[in-house]
């Protein structure tokens, strides 16, 4: 089994991105935070990412996030998704 690799990303933009591998189990709808996590869910299903202030204050100024899912292996190409950003 491969552990799960998540990592958040800030551009100098004011973006946020998170990039996971291998990808979630299931396609998440939306984002929100929850106290000191990043909580993606969607079709009955949630995550939950552990996040530092920085990133939390980050997401407060975004509408959203870019969700990039890498492969475990092989040439697939990464699979990602815009999500917004709810209260």
Known sequence: MTDRVAEFLLSDM???????RPPLPFVP???R???GQVELYGE?????????????????QA??????????TGP???????LQLLD
Do not use: C, M, Q, Y
Request: net charge negative; no cysteine.
């Open 63 to 72: 509408s959203g996030l870019l969700l990039i899912e890498h492969p475990s």
């Open 29 to 31: 709808d939306a984002v």
């Open 76 to 82: 697939d190409t990464p699979r990602e998704l815009e």
């Open 14 to 20: 004011g973006g946020v991105t998170l990039s996971v």
């Open 44 to 60: 009955t299903k949630r995550v939950l990412f552990a996040a530092d202030a920085e990133v939390i204050s980050a997401l407060g």
């Open 33 to 35: 935070v929850r106290g």
